[in-house]
């Protein structure tokens, strides 16, 4: 890798996030690392938002004027840009939602309503987030289907052994997490999707924490559900996707009604929209999706290869100064991971870690991030998580550990 | 309030790491679960009470420094006092914690549990604080588990 240099320039790259001048707790210098809770927005994005509710703000689809127009345009542009970096087939494959944990409960209950009966299976993993659990649990509930669990291993992997054996002909849906929000592993989903298509079962990937640092193009996997949340990739938050293929989505009914979904309402019979709009009942987050579509032209700028390869090298230089400081477990140890590093030290609690680094102007997050069933495998109730974005450096990282030591010693003394 | 020392103070730290009143008692008159399920801290609490006092006291868990620190001194001021001093100091230390930061508290009567009025500068971490003081709650109002 010697002479090859990254294609970006991240002092350049900050330059263009203006919270990353702020200074926290007493004029210290705001070091970001709570990139998997959410990332930060350039400049550019805050500009679209604001520039739309100056010059543009009107509602979509049904205006009689100059200013619905365009923003109806800007809105399902928005949808194109999306579209094109999910490299979907098309524009009706594209439905905008609040975020990931509407789209993953939206493909769950309309795909309950008529795709799911007693008895049928749905399968998921130990390292969902608690948002590609419990959706699941409800409709399982309510037809009785069961959930069932592929099983991680000790490094933080997927048995992907044991899935053959968990398929079964009454399975219907298996629903993945593409990149591990607590551990950073990145799951084989292409290898998953093939298997549950040799027995015709469609597969949702939970793309969240993946989109911004892997690339991702739902053609090649394949998968029948791609979903992942705006602000996680630079964008505002209150906008997400829910990609899905057009032979699913149109078998499903819709999720929510109202109006902007239907085609014709009588108090006898309603017929819906066509594909997206069934599915988008409402008046959308115009401004969230315009916000969004300029996050994923900024973010396209890069060489989605050379950011995974940049953010790598933050991950191992952590972990490698993390090993360094004694009592120190971390947590996910995957062979393809990204982005994320978690961990825990002997006779501190996480809590504490966090409450001390963020003195030292380190914002990092504590807890168990919505993943209980990792926390139970590896016997812990939490971690500390540092988790990285395009903007974050190795400097960061010193900084970073250095305010963990000073903090261990603290509590350790 | 900016640095460690503030926060943490000498006090806590040293009930972090010598907790009083740690175990369990076999047969308790009262006894309450205390659960913060977004970090994971769990107190089991256990107490005799005998003609409206509290004889004895001990608790269970695991916890951050702070939420180990507050079972451990809140232990220590309710052991003799009646169960209606104990809810009157429960309700002093509620407020105490979730008033403004800005505002004079009343610490009154709290003594040295008073050095858990800096929490009010971290939102995130006041349910350390009190979570053993609301499983003291639930146990002398006959409730037997506290979820925040």
């Known amino acids: ?84 970096f999910l490299n979907a087939r098309s524009e009706r494959e594209i439905v905008f939602v609040r975020g990931t944990t509407e789209g993953i409960n939206l493909i769950a209950t309309s795909f309950s309503r008529g795709l799911l009966k007693e008895g049928d299976e749905i399968i998921v993993t130990e390292m969902e987030h ?148 069934k599915f988008e009942a409402g008046t959308p987050n115009i401004a969230g999706a315009i916000g969004l579509a300029e996050a994923l032209k900024w973010f396209k700028q890069f060489d989605i290869n050379a950011v995974h390869e940049h953010e790598n090298e933050l991950v191992k230089y952590a972990t490698e100064l993390l090993k360094q400081i004694g009592g120190i477990r971390i947590i996910g140890e995957a062979n393809n991971k990204t982005a994320v590093v978690s961990f825990i030290a002997d006779g501190v609690h996480p809590h504490d870690i966090g409450t001390g680094l963020d003195m030292e102007g380190v914002a990092i997050r504590t807890g168990h991030h919505c993943t209980q069933p990792v926390m139970c495998h590896f016997g812990i109730m939490a971690t500390a998580r540092a988790s990285f974005a395009i903007y974050n450096t190795k400097e960061e990282v010193e900084i970073f550990v250095s305010a963990l030591k000073k903090v261990l010693k603290f509590f350790r003394q | 309030m900016n640095s460690l020392e503030e926060l943490y103070q000498e006090l806590i730290l040293e009930h972090n790491r010598y907790p009083r009143n740690f175990g369990v ?55 003799g006092k009646t169960v209606e001093e104990a809810l009157d100091l429960y309700k002093k230390f509620h407020d105490m914690v979730t008033a403004d930061f800005t505002q004079e ?6 003594g040295p549990v008073a050095v858990f009025s800096g929490v009010r500068a971290f939102p995130a971490r006041v349910k350390c604080a009190s979570l053993a003081w609301h499983a003291l709650e639930a146990a002398l109002t006959g409730k037997e588990e506290y979820s925040e």
């Open chain 1, 130 to 277: 608690h948002s590609n659990i419990v959706p699941w649990q409800l409709v399982a509930q309510q037809t009785g289907a069961k959930l069932k669990v592929i099983p991680i291993n000790d490094r933080g992997e997927l048995v992907l052994e044991k899935l053959k054996d968990l398929i079964t002909e009454r399975t219907k849906l298996i629903s993945v997490v593409h990149v591990s929000n607590s551990l950073g592993t990145i799951n084989p989903v292409k290898e998953i999707i093939e298997l549950a298509h040799q027995a015709g079962i469609p597969v949702v990937v939970d793309g969240a924490q993946a989109v911004a640092h892997i690339p991702v193009d739902v053609q090649a996997l394949d998968c029948d559900f791609y979903v992942f949340s705006g602000h996680k990739i630079y964008g505002p938050t209150g906008i997400g996707v829910v990609y899905g293929k057009e032979k699913w989505l149109d078998k499903m009914p819709p999720y929510q009604g109202g109006g902007d979904m239907i085609k014709e309402v009588t108090f006898e019979k309603t017929t819906y929209n066509e594909l997206p709009y």
């Open chain 2, 25 to 79: 008692i076999e047969n308790p008159t009262h006894k309450a679960r205390g659960l913060n399920p977004l970090c994971g801290d769990e107190i089991n609490l256990y107490l005799v009470v005998e003609d409206g006092t509290i004889k004895d006291i001990k608790f269970q868990g695991q916890g951050c420094a702070i939420s180990k620190a507050s079972a451990s001194m809140m232990t220590e001021i309710v052991k």
């Open chain 1, 1 to 84: 890798m010697g002479i090859e240099q990254l294609v970006f320039d991240v002092e350049k790259v900050r330059q263009e996030f203006p919270i990353l001048n702020t200074k926290v707790r007493g004029n210290k210098r705001l070091v970001y690392f709570d990139n998997a809770a959410t990332t930060q927005r350039p400049r550019r994005v805050i500009e679209t938002v604001k520039e739309f509710y100056e010059r543009y703000n009107s509602n979509v689809h049904r205006g009689a004027h100059w200013l619905s127009d365009l923003a109806t345009k800007m809105y399902e542009d928005a949808r194109k840009t999306v579209k094109e």
């Open chain 2, 105 to 110: 508290v009343d610490t009154d009567k709290l």
